[in-house]
């Protein structure tokens, strides 16, 4: 009985499975203009059907190829945890298709960034005023490409530690005609000594040991310049305890840490940012924390 009861379970969650993976190979085919083989092809088209008729309509090449990064991440990093079960945790991630899936994928922090800004004139303003944006752990580049083509008026530094991502980092900026305006560094964040040079900063807190947590925002509010904003992501509530599980294992065996909204606020606000608030953009999976370097 017990085997039965497994084998049911893994043919109840292997629906989503699938059903997931036929709107990548969907959004793959769309972009890559081709059509495979003609019956797999038709019933690709009814499984999309049936999952939801419209669900594609009004996305534009950008945001199909975000969500295709997004489903490729989670695919690969499935399959690692598969493979690899015993791996020490942290990010180990040399794979061309992981890391560029993944950075794709990051794209969708910028318009969050956006949705705040709607709501908030004085990020808004900081957005269209000269300044420098910081994107910390800019994997291989593709928010900070995102961040300089989104807001003319800002210049960008992309800091990450991972040889691997930066290398595919310089060749996505080489392709992308903002090359004058994005700087990458090979960096840690807790290694950072700039004073009062950035404008804005971005820190993607999932990807963040807990350990390091305060030495990051002591780093961060230093290298603010004064009225500077940090906007900081986390993970929203996950729906369901099985998603809140998974969402924490994915989180820890990559390193970081699952964060909730109101931690980072306590820490925040204990080392001086003010306008500490948090926002959930509409429809997204994540929350944004943001504050201010006091003037």
Same mark, same amino acid.
């Given at each position: 009985?017990?085997?039965?009861?497994?084998?049911?379970?893994?043919? $109840?969650?292997? #629906?989503?499975?699938?059903? +997931?993976?036929? +709107?990548?190979?969907?959004?793959?085919?769309?972009?890559?203009?081709?059509?495979?083989?003609?019956?797999?092809?038709?019933?690709?088209?009814?499984?999309?059907?049936?999952?939801?008729?419209?669900?594609?309509?009004?996305?534009?090449?950008?945001?199909?190829?975000?969500? /295709?990064?997004? +489903?490729? %991440?989670?695919?690969?990093?499935?399959?690692?945890?598969? !493979?690899?079960?015993?791996? &020490?945790?942290?990010?180990?991630?040399?794979?061309?298709?992981?890391?560029?899936?993944?950075?794709?994928?990051?794209?969708?922090?910028?318009?969050?960034?956006?949705?705040?800004?709607?709501?908030?004139?004085?990020? $808004?303003?900081?957005?269209?005023?000269?300044?420098?944006?910081?994107?910390?752990?800019?994997?291989?580049?593709? /928010?900070? +490409?995102?961040?300089?083509?989104?807001?003319?008026?800002?210049?960008?530094?992309?800091?990450? &530690?991972?040889?691997?991502?930066?290398?595919?980092?310089?060749?996505? /900026?080489?392709?992308?005609?903002?090359?004058?305006?994005?700087?990458?560094?090979?960096?840690?964040?807790?290694?950072?000594?700039?004073?009062?040079?950035?404008?804005?900063?971005?820190?993607?807190?999932?990807?963040?040991?807990?350990?390091? #947590?305060?030495?990051?925002?002591?780093?961060?509010?230093?290298?603010?310049?004064?009225?500077?904003?940090?906007?900081?992501?986390?993970? %929203?509530?996950?729906?369901?305890?099985?998603?809140?599980?998974?969402?924490?294992?994915?989180?820890?065996?990559?390193?970081?840490?699952?964060?909730?909204?109101?931690?980072?606020?306590?820490?925040?606000?204990?080392?001086?940012?003010?306008?500490? !608030?948090?926002?959930?953009?509409?429809?997204?999976?994540?929350?944004?924390? /943001?504050?201010?370097?006091?003037?």
């Amino acid at each position: 009985m017990a085997f039965d009861t497994l084998i049911a379970a893994i043919r $109840r969650l292997n #629906i989503s499975v699938e059903a +997931i993976a036929a +709107i990548g190979a969907e959004l793959r085919l769309r972009g890559d203009g081709h059509d495979g083989d003609p019956l797999v092809r038709d019933l690709l088209r009814r499984v999309m059907h049936e999952i939801d008729p419209q669900l594609l309509d009004g996305v534009d090449v950008n945001q199909a190829a975000t969500a /295709l990064g997004i +489903i490729q %991440a989670f695919f690969r990093q499935a399959v690692d945890l598969l !493979e690899n079960p015993t791996r &020490p945790r942290g990010w180990f991630y040399d794979d061309p298709v992981v890391l560029q899936a993944q950075g794709q994928g990051s794209r969708v922090a910028i318009r969050a960034i956006e949705a705040a800004a709607a709501e908030r004139p004085p990020l $808004r303003e900081v957005l269209q005023s000269p300044g420098a944006f910081l994107d910390v752990g800019t994997g291989v580049g593709w /928010l900070a +490409i995102e961040a300089a083509r989104s807001w003319p008026a800002l210049t960008v530094v992309g800091i990450d &530690p991972w040889e691997p991502s930066l290398a595919l980092a310089r060749t996505n /900026l080489a392709a992308s005609g903002a090359a004058g305006r994005i700087e990458f560094r090979a960096q840690a964040i807790e290694d950072l000594e700039d004073r009062d040079a950035f404008t804005l900063a971005y820190l993607p807190l999932p990807f963040l040991p807990g350990t390091l #947590i305060d030495a990051v925002l002591q780093r961060v509010h230093r290298a603010l310049a004064r009225d500077g904003f940090l906007v900081a992501l986390v993970y %929203a509530p996950q729906p369901s305890a099985l998603d809140a599980a998974l969402t924490a294992l994915r989180t820890v065996r990559g390193g970081g840490h699952p964060w909730e909204t109101s931690e980072i606020e306590e820490r925040m606000r204990r080392l001086d940012f003010a306008e500490v !608030e948090s926002f959930k953009p509409p429809g997204a999976l994540v929350h944004l924390v /943001l504050g201010r370097r006091a003037a």
